[in-house]
């Protein structure tokens, strides 16, 4: 069954109001930081229950880092690019997820990477992809319409979409295209036409010794013609026509759903109109029409729970969040491109396709062993950091209390009486050390199919 189906949108968008029905507790809580960052921390799960879903969505969007945890993210980060590796660039952007308690604003840097796809693959010098990503965090809640002018003229941009040498008398029309296929738009609502008369309005913006450069003598100066729309216009009066399309809003709104409500069913253009008109209200500030998913009686209530699969990268987050683990980023880099997700090194130039693309064969099972491999290192911390003393903080002492716990923590749906079962076999007959017991226990919900969920 659609779960869109015989749905009022009006009613779908209405702040969730906690009622007999849908309270407000700890899984609702939980889901809602789930989908809203990167995994929450059991502390992150308690104040959100004490401060309710509306105070909760309030200081997610209003959180920014504190000038220490800057200084040290600064410093880990000044220490990867030194080494000309996008790898290691990858491995300090992993601690800087796991560190933040700007949660809200990771995700969103995280989805316009995906979304404005570069790959180190192709812009070998990591100083490029290093001022790419700033700009993402920088422009994380918008104006979108900034941030898409920001990407055509950031240096690593252009040349993964061979624009950095755009002349008037060859206009490249790859990052035309990218603007209106995958940026802005979407397939059918362009033509080619289209496509090589927006080139042209990019014509003269380079990259010179790695930086953008304006050549203007290789700008066509000329009349375009393209989306309805007549005059001699540059590249940010291109922009501004493409996003004055009313699919660019529909777009844009459609794939903030995605992100943090559902990955399937695609949601009729009813439900994605309210949240286009409140971008386009807004002049393209984010922050607005994410506030308005993240309250949403769609979200809150139970219609699309388990719509959602994690990537790789908010799977492995979320569990060291959650039990606190302290391991190595470059290890947790390399394991996250075997299952899929290389941070700076995404597949093409649409980036992660997600979804039920994330899960295959190979792909669950390395899952799973990067989740066991997590829960060992948890287990071997000795004294108040290991997973015994976690369980015992939050007072959870028979076996039955341990498998509750980790599985309201860990898991987005309750487990079923056979995978309980199963999980408190390994509490009763596992090894002496109760930690070791726990890891046990966890790596029974590492194979679980509803671990992936979000």
């Not at 690593?156 to 295209?177: C, G, H, K, Q, V």
């Not at 995404?346 to 792909?363: D, E, I, M, Q």
Request: glycine letters at 6%; aromatic letters at 8%; a neutral charge.
């Amino acid at each position: 069954m659609n779960p869109f189906d015989g749905r009022d949108p009006r009613e779908a968008w209405r702040a969730y109001d906690p009622d007999a029905h849908f309270p407000w507790d700890r899984r609702r809580a939980t889901r809602l930081l789930r989908r809203a960052g990167l995994g929450p921390t059991i502390a992150e799960i308690d104040v959100a229950v004490k401060a309710g879903p509306s105070e909760t969505v309030r200081t997610l969007l209003e959180t920014s880092e504190p000038a220490p945890l800057v200084t040290e993210l600064k410093d880990v980060t000044a220490a990867a690019l030194a080494t000309n590796d996008a790898k290691n660039l990858a491995a300090s952007w992993l601690l800087r997820m796991i560190r933040t308690p700007a949660q809200a604003t990771e995700l969103l840097t995280l989805f316009w990477h995906g979304h404005f796809a570069t790959s180190a693959a192709k812009v070998t010098d990591p100083r490029m992809m290093l001022h790419q990503h700033d700009q993402f965090r920088r422009f994380a809640f918008g104006p979108f319409d900034e941030l898409t002018r920001t990407m055509a003229r950031d240096p690593a941009m252009l040349i993964y979409l061979d624009s950095a040498t755009n002349r008037r008398t060859r206009p490249n029309e790859n990052f035309a295209r990218e603007v209106m296929e995958l940026f802005c738009l979407g397939l059918g609502n362009y033509a080619e036409r289209d496509i090589q008369e927006l080139a042209r309005c990019f014509t003269g913006w380079e990259v010179h010794q790695g930086a953008f450069r304006f050549y203007a003598a290789q700008h066509d100066r000329g009349e375009k013609e393209f989306l309805g729309r007549r005059g001699a216009f540059d590249g940010d009066e291109g922009i501004r026509i493409v996003l004055d399309q009313p699919a660019a809003a529909r777009f844009i709104a459609r794939k903030l759903v995605r992100l943090y409500v559902c990955d399937e069913p695609e949601p009729p253009d009813a439900f994605i109109q309210p949240l286009a008109d409140e971008l386009r209200q807004g002049d393209w500030n984010l922050k607005p029409v994410v506030r308005r998913i993240l309250t949403s009686r769609l979200l809150l209530t139970d219609p699309l729970a388990d719509r959602k699969i994690q990537s790789p990268v908010q799977l492995a987050v979320s569990w060291i969040r959650a039990l606190d683990v302290r391991l190595s980023t470059q290890q947790l880099n390399t394991d996250l491109a075997s299952i899929g997700q290389g941070l700076f090194f995404p597949p093409n130039v649409k980036g992660w396709p997600g979804g039920r693309t994330w899960l295959n064969s190979a792909t669950i099972v390395g899952r799973a062993n990067v989740l066991s491999r997590i829960a060992r290192e948890a287990a071997q911390r000795s004294g108040a950091g290991n997973l015994a003393s976690l369980a015992g903080r939050q007072g959870w002492e028979s076996h039955d209390e341990v498998v509750s716990g980790f599985a309201s923590l860990l898991l987005a749906k309750p487990l079923d009486e056979a995978d309980r079962r199963q999980a408190r076999q390994r509490l009763e007959s596992g090894p002496a050390d109760r930690s070791q017991r726990i890891a046990d226990m966890l790596q029974v919900f590492a194979l679980l199919p509803e671990v992936n969920l979000a």
